[in-house]
């Protein structure tokens, strides 16, 4: 026998319990470990004044009262207003050191390729910054900043991007969730499998408890839950069902990408991204929002490192580098962040790659493209009308196809 707790509302409620633990145990040929026995108190939210010390026996032998206890891998803790603080900052120190041990192999096989160290951190990380979101639910936002913090740098690693690169460019090119929503679907789904227990097992009847209407109005698990799905604009009702869960779930995909979209949208440093359109078939469709892109599956660590840095605004052309005040205690407009080359227009990357005119290198480099495109050319686009095509426009169609998605970035890590 292993992992028992007992709970009790009441100190002689918990004696008496204890009590009958142990004739049990004798009844069956069996002894209580009271070195791994202990008592914790747990205050009623928000209470101001602190509980009695209890005095609680087990074998005539006082029990040690702590204040933080880690019971099946779930840490509670009374130490401070919150019961999970401790067990978040436990999920953020297990998931660092996890992160760590994989991106340490990069010191001796080089750059983590983003599909493999997508699967790497789905396995070794993630895991530790969802561990019991079943139980604690979400989080608060101090506490998923905590954890939060971990995911960010570890995506930002795998695409070898600044740390002050935008966060929803690691969503929408690597095709992972934000974490709090990440976890939310985790919580969702164990809401569902309990749904679909028999009404005699345990778990249901005390989900069925939550169900209860002098229970709508507290702070419980249930209530949480309803208030984290209601900030993405969706609603869990007081008795959910098998199909409310299941369409709330099926709806959170489309919540994440319609939210990373807008972020992407929103900022006009991602302008690459904005006009991104799949041209595979022929004729532009719009790609998902959060997805896994090929490029990032280019086997040259400097080929898929340039060209993603163009992708995500990560460069280091005027437009961005003069971005930054850097100590100035003015902004740089747009309008002047010139090509230093022509000085004629804003240094951006598509200005850079397919017009600036300036620099003889360029012009060659931009001929040999323009040479090797026209023997190969991509689906069914002819040459004239690929050079027709707005710079933006032609960059991603030349993105669209794996032939000449590698051509591009080493035309890209020359001009660059």
């Not at 040929?29 to 747990?42: A, F, P």
């Not at 910054?129 to 954890?147: A, P």
């Not at 695409?159 to 690169?165: E, G, M, P």
């Amino acid at each position: 026998a292993d992992n028992i707790v007992l709970f009790s509302t009441s100190e002689a409620g918990l004696q008496s319990k204890l009590d009958d633990l142990a004739l049990w145990a004798s009844r069956n040929q069996m002894q209580v470990n009271i070195r791994k026995t202990v008592v914790m108190l747990i205050p009623r939210p928000a209470a101001r004044t602190p509980l009695p010390r209890p005095s609680l026996t087990l074998y005539g032998e006082h029990l040690e009262v702590k204040q933080k206890v880690t019971y099946v891998g779930i840490t509670f803790s009374v130490e401070s207003g919150n019961m999970w603080n401790a067990h978040f900052k436990s999920c953020e120190k297990r998931a660092r050191f996890a992160a760590n041990r994989v991106l340490f192999i990069e010191s001796h096989v080089g750059p983590l390729p983003p599909w493999e160290g997508r699967i790497l951190y789905r396995s070794k990380t993630e895991p530790h910054l969802t561990w019991g979101c079943e139980v604690t639910g979400c989080g608060t936002l101090q506490q998923l900043d905590d954890i939060e913090d971990v995911q960010n740098y570890f995506l930002r690693r795998i695409l070898q991007v600044q740390t002050r690169s935008q966060l929803c460019i690691l969503h929408s090119e690597l095709g992972l969730w934000p974490l709090p929503i990440r976890r939310l679907e985790l919580q969702l789904r164990y809401l569902l499998d309990v749904l679909q227990l028999p009404p005699t097992h345990i778990a249901k009847k005390a989900l069925r408890q939550c169900f209860t209407p002098r229970n709508h109005r507290a702070r419980f698990w249930l209530r949480q839950l309803q208030d984290s799905v209601a900030k993405l604009d969706l609603s869990l009702s007081n008795d959910p069902t098998v199909n409310e869960v299941t369409a709330v779930l099926a709806a959170l995909k489309g919540r994440v990408n319609s939210r990373i979209e807008r972020e992407v949208a929103a900022s006009e440093k991602l302008a690459p991204l904005h006009a991104r359109k799949d041209y595979s078939s022929g004729r532009p469709k719009r790609t998902a929002p959060v997805a896994f892109r090929e490029y990032l599956r280019l086997k040259a660590p400097e080929l898929r490192r340039c060209l993603t840095k163009i992708i995500v605004s990560d460069h280091s052309l005027s437009i961005e580098v003069l971005r930054r005040r850097d100590g100035r205690d003015y902004d740089i407009p747009r309008e002047l962040r010139l090509c230093r080359l022509c000085l004629g227009t804003t240094e951006e990357p598509m200005h850079v790659l397919f017009t600036c005119t300036a620099s003889e290198v360029l012009r060659t480099h931009r001929r040999e493209l323009w040479v090797w495109i026209s023997k190969n050319l991509p689906g069914k686009f002819d040459l004239a009308s690929l050079r027709s095509l707005e710079p933006d426009e032609l960059f991603h169609v030349l993105l669209s196809f794996e032939t000449t998605t590698e051509v591009l970035a080493q035309y890209c890590t020359r001009v660059m």
